[in-house]
């Protein structure tokens, strides 16, 4: 995917937009942004497809003409999203579709990832979603208006939408008790601050990073929320949101020329907190060569680095 601005601007300047004007997207940014569906391949090998809809018309006035239940308002156009089942199939959408998402926000762009309850018929049918495809998530697209909605600005408030968690909660350094601070991350602390901005469901951001002492190898753990796994049976939402940390921090990582790879590592790392799992670990890249062998896809296991044990 090619960006006009840097990665780390565009990232900044992306939140949840809920209410649009009426005015429709030029065909040519709708153009250039379909010019981005094409090339992208989620770090587990899954690949998405994208396409636009066009909501003119969907019955102005009633409370849900667009699917959404209210929350979305004045939208004509929706990005949709569509991945194939399998392994790790949500983590390879949130990658995905952060991108285009992204790119969106780079064209000037309002959006807002629309996983949890919306009319998933409503736009599967016209999106010609298969019977071993899933339709995770959607997003409006458009002009947002200058001023938020009062139900923009009620979702935002019960969810706390502006504020993250702080570093502390969120990184560590060999094991989950020790914080990893700004300065210790080193030339990782941008790919982090990155990843830490991330839009996540409900912003709950469940990613956790622990960074290898003395490497530039940092593995990335979901941990759950209490009980949200049971709230939308039809996703697994946390595992977007994973996708979506991925996505953050190697665009980041790649624009400041940090070369590395996702791979599976064996980190065990004890104490594990509870409701907490293992996802991928991002080796960076050595002037020698990598730092320990990945690997894309699920094929095989790399060799655990030697502090952490197999
Ligand atoms: C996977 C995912 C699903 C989401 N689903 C919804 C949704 O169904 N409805 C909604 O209004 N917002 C939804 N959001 C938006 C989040 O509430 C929002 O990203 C979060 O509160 C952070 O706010 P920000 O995006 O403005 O930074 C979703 C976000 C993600 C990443």
């Known amino acids: 995917m090619d960006y006009r601005k840097s990665i780390i601007e565009i990232i900044r300047d992306r939140s949840s937009r809920r209410s649009y004007l009426p005015q429709p997207v030029e065909p040519e940014k709708l153009g250039a942004l379909r010019a981005g569906f094409t090339g992208l391949r989620g770090p587990f090998g899954g690949e998405a497809r994208f396409t636009i809809l066009d909501a003119t018309g969907w019955g102005e006035g009633k409370i849900n003409s667009l699917g959404t239940y209210g929350t979305i308002q004045g939208a004509r156009h929706f990005l949709v999203g569509i991945i194939r089942r399998g392994d790790h199939d949500m983590e390879d959408f949130g990658y995905q579709f952060e991108q285009v998402i992204l790119r969106a926000t780079d064209l000037g762009l309002g959006t807002c990832w629309i996983g949890g309850i919306f009319s998933r018929s409503r736009f599967a049918d016209p999106a010609g979603v298969r019977e071993d495809e899933i339709l995770p998530a959607i997003s409006p697209l458009g002009y947002p208006t200058p001023k938020r909605s009062v139900t923009d600005s009620i979702i935002r408030w019960s969810a706390g939408s502006r504020s993250r968690r702080p570093w502390r909660e969120l990184f560590f350094?060999?094991?989950?008790?020790?914080?990893?601070?700004?300065?210790?991350?080193?030339?990782?602390?941008?790919?982090?601050?990155?990843?830490?901005?991330?839009?996540?469901?409900?912003?709950?951001?469940?990613?956790?990073?622990?960074?290898?002492?003395?490497?530039?190898?940092?593995?990335?753990?979901?941990?759950?929320?209490?009980?949200?796994?049971?709230?939308?049976?039809?996703?697994?939402?946390?595992?977007?949101?994973?996708?979506?940390?991925?996505?953050?921090?190697?665009?980041?990582?790649?624009?400041?020329?940090?070369?590395?790879?996702?791979?599976?590592?064996?980190?065990?790392?004890?104490?594990?907190?509870e409701r907490t799992e293992y996802v991928r670990s991002w080796i960076a890249e050595r002037s020698d060569g990598p730092t320990a062998t990945p690997e894309r896809g699920e094929s095989r296991s790399a060799p655990a680095p030697a502090s952490l044990g197999a």
Not at 220 to 239: F, P, T
């Open 173 to 273: 350094h060999g094991d989950f008790e020790t914080a990893l601070t700004e300065e210790s991350a080193g030339r990782y602390r941008d790919p982090l601050e990155m990843l830490r901005l991330g839009p996540s469901a409900s912003n709950r951001q469940p990613w956790r990073v622990v960074k290898e002492p003395h490497q530039d190898i940092f593995h990335l753990y979901l941990r759950r929320s209490l009980g949200y796994d049971k709230l939308i049976k039809a996703v697994d939402l946390q595992r977007l949101d994973l996708g979506i940390a991925m996505s953050h921090f190697e665009l980041t990582a790649r624009e400041l020329g940090l070369a590395g790879q996702w791979a599976r590592l064996s980190p065990s790392l004890s104490p594990l907190p």
